[in-house]
């Protein structure tokens, strides 16, 4: 049975899932916060109510990054 | 889905502002609340030569791509922090974007310039490798940024950098933490003015940005930075936003609003006392300068252009803070 290719990272890993179904659902399924990524298919992003199929290459792209708190907090 | 401007199909939904953007107009929204932060607090006046710190990672990418597309004299500074395959590929992608826009970008690397890397300069210092790290490009930009007579050093710090840090300084009242958490570091007492233009912006947003523009980044996180705290209030505050978009522009913003000027008679008594740095004449509170310490502990060195040269040090308030050692 043909699924769809999710990527997800940070481990960097790829997982099947069966389509259709819309990114929102997607992102609960997996469970996601939608705040801390960005859905990628092929090489566009789409929103949350975007509809997935068994042939498209997803990725899950983690937005979130350390920082360097020092300077953010104003440290010289 | 439609964008709330042109009614055409939208790529991104924004949920604190309540609205979703096609290409375009999200691509507008972002060079436009940019403009805004630069504007609002005053931090880059037309014709300042600008130095951007880069990373590799998508926030100082794109502040770097948004400032030059609002026409900013901008240049990057990319720091070689030693971390591995990790700094090879970020390396990569700070010298790929450079020659795409033909701008200028320094380099400075640890290991070959001050004979040191973050992980062995934190693992001697005894500090964590964030620490060792911040505690490095602070420095470092700062002396680049002197020495090649820019005019205002930028950072790719977003809302969400800026939200998670006021987050944790609030948790265990770090009053003098709370002082100089601002948008906008004056430039005094020999440090050159240090901003931050993406402060209205998400880092979800930096994100899309760089994939819609077409800027390759770094992805992965930094191996070092797994499991911070910094990371973790984050995660916390997503949490939030989740149930109540809005919260993390309107706790940070209320913060610079209605409370950030309580904490600032503190942090400007830590000015009093600085003097050149022994090693390098950086403005330091010890006789020695938190960097040169670290690189002596690392058993690095400094370069041979480097003396103790001191830096001009003028006595005017200041929000921002002096050498001193860091926290993660």
Same mark, same amino acid.
């Given at each position: 049975? !043909?699924?769809?290719?999710?990527?997800?990272?940070?481990?960097?890993?790829?997982?099947?899932?069966?389509?259709?179904? &819309?990114?929102?659902?997607?992102?609960?399924?997996?469970?996601?916060?939608?705040?801390?990524?960005? @859905?990628?298919?092929?090489?566009?992003? !789409?929103?949350?109510?975007?509809?997935?199929?068994?042939?498209?290459?997803?990725?899950?792209?983690?937005?979130?990054?350390?920082?360097?708190?020092?300077?953010?907090?104003?440290? +010289? | 889905?439609?964008?709330?401007?042109? +009614?055409?199909?939208?790529?991104?939904?924004?949920?604190?502002?309540?609205?979703?953007?096609?290409?375009?107009? $999200?691509?507008?929204?972002?060079?436009?609340?940019?403009?805004?932060?630069?504007?609002?607090?005053?931090?880059? &006046?037309?014709?300042?030569?600008?130095?951007?710190?880069?990373?590799?990672?998508?926030?100082?990418?794109?502040?770097?791509?948004?400032?030059?597309?609002?026409?900013?004299?901008?240049?990057?500074?990319?720091?070689?922090?030693?971390?591995?395959?990790?700094?090879?590929?970020?390396?990569?992608? /700070?010298?790929?974007?450079?020659?795409?826009? #033909?701008?200028?970008?320094? #380099?400075?690397?640890?290991?070959?310039?001050?004979?040191?890397?973050?992980?062995?300069? /934190?693992?001697? /210092?005894?500090?964590?490798?964030?620490?060792?790290?911040?505690?490095?490009?602070?420095?470092?930009?700062? *002396?680049?940024?002197?020495?090649?007579?820019?005019? @205002?050093?930028?950072?790719?710090?977003?809302?969400?950098?800026?939200?998670?840090?006021? $987050?944790?300084?609030?948790?265990?009242? %770090?009053?003098?933490?709370?002082?100089? %958490?601002?948008?906008?570091?004056?430039? *005094?007492?020999?440090?050159?003015?240090?901003?931050?233009?993406?402060?209205?912006?998400?880092?979800?947003?930096?994100?899309?940005?760089?994939?819609?523009?077409?800027?390759?980044?770094?992805?992965?996180?930094?191996?070092?930075?797994?499991?911070?705290?910094?990371?973790?209030?984050?995660?916390?505050?997503?949490?939030?936003?989740?149930?109540?978009?809005?919260?993390?522009?309107?706790?940070? $913003?209320?913060?610079?609003?209605?409370?950030? /000027?309580?904490? *600032?008679?503190?942090?400007?008594?830590? %000015?009093?006392?600085?003097?050149?740095?022994?090693?390098?004449?950086?403005?330091?509170?010890? #006789?020695?300068?938190?960097?040169?310490?670290?690189?002596?502990?690392?058993?690095? &060195?400094?370069?041979?252009?480097?003396?103790?040269?001191? !830096? #001009?040090?003028?006595?005017?308030?200041?929000?921002?803070?002096?050498? +001193?050692?860091?926290?993660?």
């Amino acid at each position: 049975m !043909v699924a769809m290719k999710v990527l997800l990272r940070n481990p960097r890993r790829e997982v099947d899932v069966q389509g259709p179904l &819309q990114v929102s659902t997607l992102l609960q399924r997996l469970e996601v916060n939608r705040e801390s990524v960005l @859905v990628i298919r092929g090489d566009t992003i !789409v929103p949350g109510d975007a509809w997935l199929a068994d042939s498209d290459d997803v990725e899950i792209r983690p937005v979130i990054s350390g920082g360097d708190f020092g300077s953010a907090i104003g440290l +010289r | 889905m439609k964008c709330r401007v042109c +009614r055409e199909p939208a790529i991104i939904d924004i949920r604190r502002h309540n609205a979703n953007f096609c290409t375009e107009h $999200f691509l507008r929204l972002c060079r436009d609340q940019t403009a805004k932060a630069i504007h609002d607090f005053d931090m880059i &006046q037309p014709n300042e030569r600008v130095l951007v710190a880069v990373s590799g990672g998508k926030d100082s990418l794109a502040v770097w791509d948004i400032l030059l597309d609002l026409g900013y004299d901008a240049d990057g500074l990319y720091l070689g922090l030693g971390i591995g395959d990790y700094s090879d590929e970020s390396g990569r992608y /700070a010298r790929a974007y450079a020659a795409t826009r #033909e701008r200028t970008l320094i #380099e400075i690397d640890l290991p070959a310039d001050y004979g040191y890397d973050i992980p062995g300069g /934190a693992r001697a /210092a005894r500090r964590v490798p964030c620490s060792a790290c911040g505690l490095s490009k602070r420095h470092l930009f700062d *002396r680049a940024a002197i020495d090649g007579g820019y005019d @205002v050093v930028v950072t790719g710090h977003n809302l969400d950098d800026e939200a998670a840090v006021l $987050f944790g300084n609030v948790l265990r009242w %770090q009053t003098d933490y709370l002082g100089r %958490q601002l948008p906008v570091l004056p430039a *005094r007492h020999g440090f050159p003015r240090k901003v931050k233009p993406l402060v209205r912006l998400g880092e979800r947003e930096m994100a899309a940005y760089c994939v819609v523009k077409g800027i390759d980044y770094i992805v992965e996180e930094c191996p070092m930075a797994a499991g911070n705290k910094h990371l973790g209030y984050k995660d916390a505050l997503n949490a939030v936003e989740a149930t109540s978009p809005g919260s993390k522009h309107d706790f940070y $913003f209320g913060f610079l609003a209605r409370a950030s /000027a309580l904490f *600032r008679p503190e942090a400007e008594g830590e %000015q009093a006392g600085l003097a050149p740095c022994i090693s390098c004449g950086a403005p330091t509170t010890a #006789e020695q300068c938190a960097f040169c310490r670290l690189v002596e502990r690392a058993g690095g &060195q400094l370069p041979a252009d480097v003396g103790p040269v001191p !830096v #001009e040090i003028g006595m005017g308030a200041s929000a921002g803070g002096p050498d +001193r050692d860091d926290v993660s």
